[in-house]
């Protein structure tokens, strides 16, 4: 057995769902030991000293996903950065709210456990020790040392956070939903894992699609957390911050405010550029492991691709000017199938002009 310790998380509400968990973990087995947070989210006693200890110390780490909650998610994110063998549950009896797990991501990628009621969900914990933890890898991304979550609509307020982002001369890879409909765990824990900073801004609860992004960002900003990377949580006015987060999340109220909380980590990760911090695991890699097939953004890839590109008989005669090419964001391809659709329209339009004059010579022959 690897260890017997663990540590429960899971939505206050609703009430039915605690019930079942609590008497999950009251007949456990006796060789586990498994604590579990009981506070409300609105005490403010979920992210603190005592909490973050108790997943520091615990063997494993268990949370409750039937309900998206803010607070669970970020301490899930806390969690893998730990590099703690993790179970993710879900009551199938529990109807699910907005923002649903389809919405968000991450966890249909991470897998969870499904229940309905105390008994099955004693029985999948009681098979934890058999986990291991999420494995990435530590070798940090010093050409592109920044991640930061970017937001569905380009407002000025997350405009003038990767203006000041460049104005600080890092250069930086970033989630787009507008590039990428979803995010996936695996992605997200590379990027960060990869990363000297992260950057997380929160929007206000009047925003379109708040809720999926927030909740992006409560799992990233809680990887970066656990991983030890320098990390700013930025919120555009006071609400929604839980709480439990005031403490650490930076509250814009005015858009010069953002100059000041990037310029701040700007300093903290020329300060990770300087510690002597060999990457672990390496020599633990396989070969598959070791294998880099680049970002699954383009944008992010600005300066590794040449390092995997692989050059085809279409890049050689581009090269050699054998080729033209249109260049631009999405929907190109769409405006070069159009022109190509033209050129070969005009070929048709040809053959049938020769071919019925070929006809109306014959015809005057005869």
């Known amino acids: 057995m690897k260890g017997n310790k663990g540590f429960y998380v899971y939505p206050a509400s609703p009430s039915e769902l605690g019930d079942t968990i609590e008497r999950a973990i009251s007949s456990v087995d006796s060789q586990f030991s498994i604590d579990s947070w009981k506070a409300m989210d609105i005490v403010g006693q979920f992210i603190n000293e005592k909490v973050l200890s108790s997943i520091d110390n615990a063997d494993y780490f268990v949370a409750d996903i039937s309900i998206l909650n803010f607070n669970v998610t970020y301490k899930i994110g806390y969690a893998i950065g730990k590099k703690k063998r993790i179970l993710l549950t879900k009551k199938s009896s529990i109807k699910e709210t907005h923002p649903t797990i ?11 456990q499904s229940y309905t009621n105390s008994d099955q969900l004693k029985n999948k914990l009681q098979e934890l020790d058999k986990g291991s933890p999420i494995d990435f890898k530590e070798l ?17 307020w997350i405009t003038r956070i990767i203006s000041r982002i460049k104005k600080s ?21 590379d990027n960060v894992s990869k990363s000297f900073g992260v950057i997380v801004p929160l929007l206000s609860s009047n925003s379109d699609g708040n809720e999926v992004h927030n909740m992006r960002g409560a799992f990233i900003g809680g990887l970066a957390d656990g991983m030890g990377k320098a990390f700013t949580i930025l919120q555009q006015g006071e609400d929604p911050v839980p709480i439990d987060y005031r403490d650490f999340v930076k509250v814009c109220s005015h858009p010069s405010d953002v100059n000041e909380h990037i310029a701040d980590l700007a300093g903290k990760i020329a300060e990770a550029y300087q510690e002597d911090t060999p990457a672990q695991g390496r020599d633990r890699q396989t070969f598959l492991q070791s294998l880099d097939l680049g970002a699954s953004s383009a944008e992010n890839e600005m300066r590794t691709l040449s390092n ?23 929907g190109v391809r769409q405006v070069s199938n159009i022109f190509a659709n033209k050129r070969s329209r005009k070929k048709q339009l040809k053959k049938c002009c020769f071919r019925f004059e070929a006809r109306r010579l014959q015809a ?3």
């Open 102 to 112: 389809k919405d968000v991501g991450i966890f249909d990628t991470i897998g969870y």
């Open 140 to 156: 940090v991304d010093t050409k592109a040392p920044v991640y930061l979550l970017e937001t569905k609509h380009k407002t000025d």
């Open 169 to 189: 001369r890092y250069i930086f890879r970033s989630f787009d939903p507008t590039e990428q409909p979803r995010l996936s765990a695996s992605d997200a824990i």
């Open 308 to 330: 995997y590109y692989l050059k085809t008989d279409q890049f050689s005669k581009s090269i050699r000017g054998e080729a033209h090419l249109v260049i631009g964001r999405k």
């Open 364 to 366: 005057y022959k005869i």
